[in-house]
């Protein structure tokens, strides 16, 4: 069949024959769905910063100065980059370790393997010694001209740098052939550490001093703004992107006192932000953190410097679990995948066994070949802003970008970063939302898998040694403040998990539950799975099986059981005919601690009065509600 070729042939649009849709008919739609309900608490989603998260997005929610935005020009929301560059990120991996020779191993492996650059812990309590020797050692082989290190030192970053210097040196390498960073950070160490050895005016200047001594080398950066400590503290995006920002206007006043303008200094900082398991966020923070130091590059006569400004991306140590740590590794995919997307310069994909102990080969591989499969199987790297144009990606990325600008005046208002730091205002800010994010999760608002919701009982066949620890000399400081907080999001349920295991290890005994399913399987079954997840991320093992008739049975299958405790769980209306009669029988039996999954209703005397202890239902501090349950069973 020939296709018609006249220009006279007519043109029948697709959407021919159907109504034309309009949001009043689809809402109409949407409200059928939900039955009535509230759209606004059952369809709109809010971020942590109060940031809408509407169901659909039309035209109508397109932003009039993003349609015409193009990659590689102001205000750089779309990219650095006017094309893609090559096959897109640097691939970084982190290494940490006091023994040169096994980190020099680690390394030559990851670099055959597919890395491109490396960070190297110096100095820390699991990091190299400070010495031109060790960093040395740990070099060895590796082609620095090719390969940029980025130091990680803390306060010891001048002193790392001049090591690393120094090394360039016996590679023969002039200033143009370095390539790295030296990561020299004041304000995030007194952030995460408390304390500086210095007064503050003194580490300021000093980071202008570093960022001086890169002055010849424009493969190197000075300075490192680190917001991933910030997000680790428990900042909401907005709130990382604010202290980034107030960091790095510090940095520049700093510079500028001593005399290197912005246009200059603005090279010599990297900036990096945390990607989570919420990609579309961590793509709309990476965007928006470009926008924003531009409008403060703009703001200082060095709008185009803002191009030079290098933007890495880590994955979140906050969001990675002890607990089942194979489930780390599809977070770090997804996260790498949102800050490629996002348009990162480089990516560091922290190991899945990161938070448990020393990262063996394997570990660093698995974090490796992440970023090998979204570069060059995906060919993520291959597009550049492939989220622009997208209404969503667009709306979120302004409003976060709006948000963390608010944020930045409230610090500046404080005085700047430096002075919020010392009278606690950042980390009081901080600590509020790390709050509110730590109750979403006990009460089920969140959910981390394999750690609140659908955990592992047993060994999890991952064993990796601990990281050694050699504690640094501490000087007496010059300041101190008040400490970020930093803590993993699954550690409250990490802390019930170790306390069972402990206990079990102690009398040979795990806790554990009968549960008193009553009826068929159909019936209830989606509370007895319901039960025996929310047990299990207390570490307290369930009692299942296919259900009980009547409350004898159930009760004689508890005796047989042996166990002390048992929970009633099926559907309200199996319930509402056996519970009474099952607690009674339960009791009979010798049940000490009776349980029932759902909420009573008005029900509650009765069943209370028939020996049911206490009620589990979705909503409750399951934190709070599991350290009660092991201390009556235990």
């Not at 030192?153 to 200033?175: C, T």
């Amino acid at each position: 069949m020939t296709a018609p070729t006249s220009s006279d042939a007519p043109v029948m649009p697709l959407a021919t024959g159907f109504t034309e849709a309009t949001r009043d008919a689809w809402l109409a739609l949407v409200d059928k769905a939900i039955k009535g309900a509230e759209f606004e608490k059952k369809m709109v989603g809010k971020t942590a910063d109060g940031l809408r998260i509407e169901p659909i997005y039309t035209p109508a929610d397109a932003l009039p100065h993003a349609t015409g935005s193009v990659p590689g020009a102001a205000p750089l929301t779309r990219g650095t980059h006017a094309t893609p560059n090559g096959l897109g990120w640097d691939i970084r991996q982190y290494h940490s370790g006091t023994d040169p020779k096994s980190i020099n191993a680690a390394i030559l492996e990851d670099l055959n393997g597919g890395t491109t650059s490396i960070a190297l812990s110096i100095a820390g309590g699991n990091g190299l010694d400070l010495s031109t020797q060790a960093l040395s050692a740990a070099l060895d082989g590796v082609l620095l001209d090719i390969c940029p290190v980025t130091l990680d030192a803390h306060e010891n970053a001048p002193a790392a740098a001049k090591a690393l210097i120094a090394v360039w040196e016996k590679q023969g390498l002039a200033p143009a052939q370095r390539r790295g960073g030296f990561g020299f950070d004041p304000l995030g160490t007194l952030a995460v550490f408390g304390a500086l050895s210095k007064p503050l005016d003194d580490a300021l200047a000093e980071a202008a001093a570093v960022m001086a001594s890169a002055k010849d080398m424009p493969g190197v950066t000075a300075l490192t703004v680190d917001g991933h400590a910030y997000h680790c503290a428990g900042a909401t995006e907005a709130q990382e992107l604010a202290a980034t920002l107030a960091t790095t206007v510090a940095y520049l006043r700093a510079a500028d006192k001593a005399g290197i303008a912005p246009t200059d200094a603005l090279p010599k900082i990297a900036i990096n932000l945390a990607v989570d398991a919420d990609q579309f966020l961590a793509i709309a923070k990476l965007r928006a953190a470009r926008r924003l130091v531009w409008r403060v590059a703009e703001a200082s006569g060095a709008g185009d410097a803002a191009k030079s400004v290098h933007f890495d991306a880590v994955t979140s140590w906050r969001m990675l679990a002890k607990r089942d740590p194979w489930t780390n590794i599809i977070r770090t995919a997804i996260a790498c995948a949102g800050g490629a997307l996002g348009g990162a310069d480089s990516i560091t994909v922290l190991p899945f066994t990161f938070p448990l102990g020393e990262t063996d080969s394997f570990a660093r591989r698995v974090a490796r070949n992440i970023q090998i499969v979204c570069q060059e199987e995906s060919y993520l790297g291959r597009v550049v802003d492939p989220a622009g144009g997208s209404w969503y990606v667009e709306k979120l990325t302004d409003d976060l970008a709006q948000k963390a600008w608010s944020l930045f005046q409230d610090i500046e208002k404080q005085g700047g970063m430096a002075a919020a730091l010392q009278s606690g205002y950042v980390q009081a800010e901080i600590a509020k939302s790390a709050e509110t994010k730590a109750k979403a999760i006990a009460t089920g608002r969140a959910e981390l898998t394999g750690v609140s919701a659908f955990p592992i009982l047993g060994d999890d066949g991952i064993a990796p040694s601990p990281w050694p620890h050699n504690p640094p000399t501490k000087a007496t400081p010059a300041v101190t403040i008040t400490p970020l907080k930093m803590a993993r999001l699954a550690e409250p349920f990490e802390t019930l998990r170790d306390a069972a295991d402990a206990r079990a290890a102690k009398t040979g005994k795990p806790y554990a539950v009968f549960l008193a399913s009553l009826g068929q399987v159909v019936e209830h079954n989606v509370r007895s799975t319901w039960i025996k997840n929310y047990l299990a991320a207390g570490g307290i093992a369930a009692n299942m099986s296919d259900g009980y008739p009547n409350a004898d049975a159930a009760a004689a299958a508890f005796k047989a059981s042996g166990l002390d405790a048992a929970c009633i769980c099926s559907s309200d209306a199996v319930n509402a005919e056996h519970a009474e009669a099952t607690a009674k029988a339960l009791k009979a039996s010798g049940a000490k601690l009776v349980l029932m999954a759902g909420r009573p209703g008005d029900r509650e005397a009765a069943l209370k009065a028939a020996g049911v202890d206490q009620f589990l239902s979705a909503g409750q501090d399951a934190v709070a509600t599991l350290k009660g349950l092991q201390e009556k069973l235990g």
